[in-house]
């Protein structure tokens, strides 16, 4: 059974740092892409950024890149999200999905993926 728990989350100032963990059990690691999105309040969910387990190839959502970091540990079978000068409009739900087979070019849709956390929630006051 696939499983993705996601943690790291919690309260930060405006221009803090925090760093997500997406532990993935129940798959080879190396088969799957893993994504990041978030679900503001109100608002829909949008992919943030994603990485082939197979080569660390990663990609972005244009507007995030240079503050957001995906990046994968397989011997831990974890994806991480490092977020830097995070913002109060990053606030949000921050959900980890995986699916099997490999990305190119750009980051999938939230339809692609089968498998998805729980969620950790992200608050950053200004």
């Known amino acids: 059974e696939v499983q993705l728990v996601e943690s790291g989350g919690g309260l930060v100032q405006a221009g803090g740092s925090l760093r997500l963990s997406c532990a993935a059990s129940g798959f080879t690691f190396s088969d799957y892409a893993i994504s990041w999105f978030r679900q503001a309040p109100g608002k829909e969910r949008e992919g943030i950024s994603c990485?082939?387990?197979?080569?660390?190839?990663?990609y972005y959502k244009y507007s995030l890149r240079g503050r957001f970091t995906i990046s994968s540990d397989n011997a831990k079978n974890t994806v991480y999200l490092q977020m830097n000068s995070l913002k109060p409009e990053d606030t949000a739900v921050y959900y980890c999905?995986?699916?099997?087979?490999?990305?190119?070019?750009?980051?999938?849709?939230?339809?692609?993926?089968?498998?998805w956390g729980q969620g950790t929630h992200v608050t950053v006051s200004s």
């Open positions: 999905a995986a699916q099997w087979g490999s990305i190119a070019g750009n980051c999938p849709p939230e339809d692609f993926y089968a498998n």
């Open positions: 990485i082939n387990g197979k080569d660390g190839s990663t």
